[in-house]
């Protein structure tokens, strides 16, 4: 079944440190791979995407991402986390079978950056 | 507009009862989905629109459930009877006809069945 994974329901960092939220993927062929911000009482926020193309892919705010297709991962990245990138992050994957944009997405890990 | 609009925002109703959920999404955005997220889980897939032809409404959860666009532009989400366990938030998310487009994400509406 295609599918996507975050193993971390929580991963708490301190301000100045990088941050790293993981995501693992399954899908049939070439993954099309996003990840999404969701803060307390609002809507998704798109960060950034891979489809094709060079391994990191930089996006919104400072984050990038690393396609790793040997270990079917697309873990989320930033060097220097600040208190405002606390939040709920979800990875997603599109699902290849379909004729459209229809993307599956992990349970989200909550990211909490401490002063 | 300038983002995808939902309304109403918050909705409290009694159980039994009908909810009409709206969503508004960017101008020129032809795609257009409605997903349920329940506390503590992920986006649950509901149904997806192209223009107003709904191709995959395999997410819906019950014939309960019915959601309409007209014009291209404007969708609502019906939800008859409301049963308790149909309370969570519901996000509506617009794209391009692009399947490497990101969806853009309202901020969806939270419905509380008493």
């Known amino acids: 079944a295609q599918s996507v994974a975050q193993p971390e329901d929580q991963v708490n960092v301190a301000e100045g440190n990088p941050l790293t939220v993981k995501c693992t993927y399954s899908v049939s062929g070439n993954p099309y791979l996003f990840w999404y911000v969701q803060y307390p009482n609002r809507g998704l926020q798109f960060l950034l995407k891979y489809i094709t193309g060079d391994n990191l892919v930089k996006g919104s705010y400072g984050f990038e991402a690393e396609f790793n297709k040997s270990q079917t991962s697309f873990h989320l990245k930033k060097p220097s986390a600040l208190v405002s990138d606390s939040a709920l992050y979800f990875c997603a994957v599109r699902l290849m079978n379909t004729g459209f944009q229809k993307l599956v997405f992990g349970t989200g890990t909550r990211l909490l950056v401490s002063p | 507009g300038a983002g995808v609009s939902q309304s109403p925002s918050n909705k409290v109703t009694e159980k039994g009862k009908d909810v009409e959920l709206r969503c508004d999404p960017i101008s020129g955005h032809t795609a257009l989905y409605w997903y349920r997220q329940s506390l503590g889980q992920g986006l649950e897939f509901l149904i997806y629109?192209?223009?107003?032809?709904?191709?995959?409404k395999s997410g819906l959860p019950s014939d309960r459930f019915s959601a309409e666009r007209t014009g291209g532009s404007v969708s609502t989400l019906t939800i008859q009877r409301t049963q308790q366990e149909d309370s969570a938030v519901y996000l509506c998310?617009?794209?391009?006809?692009?399947?490497?487009?990101?969806?853009?994400f309202g901020d969806g509406t939270r419905l509380s069945i008493l």
């Open positions: 629109f192209q223009g107003n032809s709904a191709p995959d």
């Open positions: 998310a617009s794209s391009s006809m692009y399947l490497n487009q990101p969806q853009h």
